[in-house]
């Protein structure tokens, strides 16, 4: 299942760990319920945080992509990878 950075959930640290059992969709009616679930567990998610907010369902559809939240996070994606996507996306 693809979480609301666009990633497979399979590669996201907190599922690895064991704690987290899967994301949604930004826009997805439990994704509200995520976040403070995670919360709970003492673990965030500011990419699915931005991705509720900005009303998107994955980062990659999101007009800012890639934008200064995931520059922060370094997670899922390196500065490197966000660089090569905004390259592109200048094109």
């Known amino acids: ?4 950075c666009g990633m497979a959930c399979e590669v996201c640290s907190i599922r690895e760990k064991g704690i987290c059992p899967g994301c949604v969709a930004g826009t997805d009616a439990k994704a509200p319920a995520m976040v403070e679930w995670l919360k709970k567990m003492g673990f965030s998610c ?3 945080e931005c991705a ?4 998107v369902d994955y980062c990659l559809r999101c007009e800012k992509f890639p934008c200064d939240v995931l ?13 090569m996507f905004k390259a592109v996306l200048k094109k």
């Open 1 to 4: 299942m693809p979480a609301a």
């Open 46 to 48: 500011p990419v699915l």
């Open 71 to 83: 520059y922060q996070a370094e997670f899922p994606y390196s500065k490197k990878l966000l660089d």
């Open 52 to 55: 509720i907010k900005s009303k």
